[in-house]
Nanobody, 124 residues
């Protein structure tokens, strides 16, 4: 069983940066592909970024490509999301997800484990 806890959210202004963290329990974090999503009220959960178990392969959603960077530290059992040039439409709950696989996972329905999320609010 994997437990995920996100942190680092908050209230920022448009154009600011934030770094989110997702800490994972358990000794096998390096066996898991990880992803970041966000969900705004009344909207579908949106894919933001994904990273393979080793960190060698990453991919991003179109709306954040070039502004967000996903990374991981397998010694600290943590995955990060560096968010630059934040926009008001980025106001949402940000969630991390995990699946035990060597593949890169993009589809939200392919993730087995989810955190509770951290709120990010971007003011204009």
């Amino acid at each position: 069983q994997v437990q995920l806890v996100e942190s680092g959210g908050g209230l920022v202004q448009a154009g600011d940066s934030l770094r989110l963290s997702c800490a994972s329990s358990g000794p096998t974090f390096s066996s898991y592909a990880m992803g970041w999503f966000r969900q705004a009220p009344g909207k579908e959960r949106e894919f933001l970024a994904a990273i393979t178990w080793s960190g060698a392969t990453k991919t991003y959603g179109a709306s954040v490509k070039g502004r967000f960077t996903i990374s991981r530290d397998n010694l600290r059992n943590t995955v990060y999301l560096q968010m630059n040039s934040l926009k008001p439409e980025g106001t949402a709950v940000y969630l991390c997800a995990a699946r035990r696989t060597t593949a890169l996972v993009i589809r939200r329905d392919e993730y087995n484990y989810w955190g509770q999320g951290t709120q990010v609010t971007v003011s204009s």
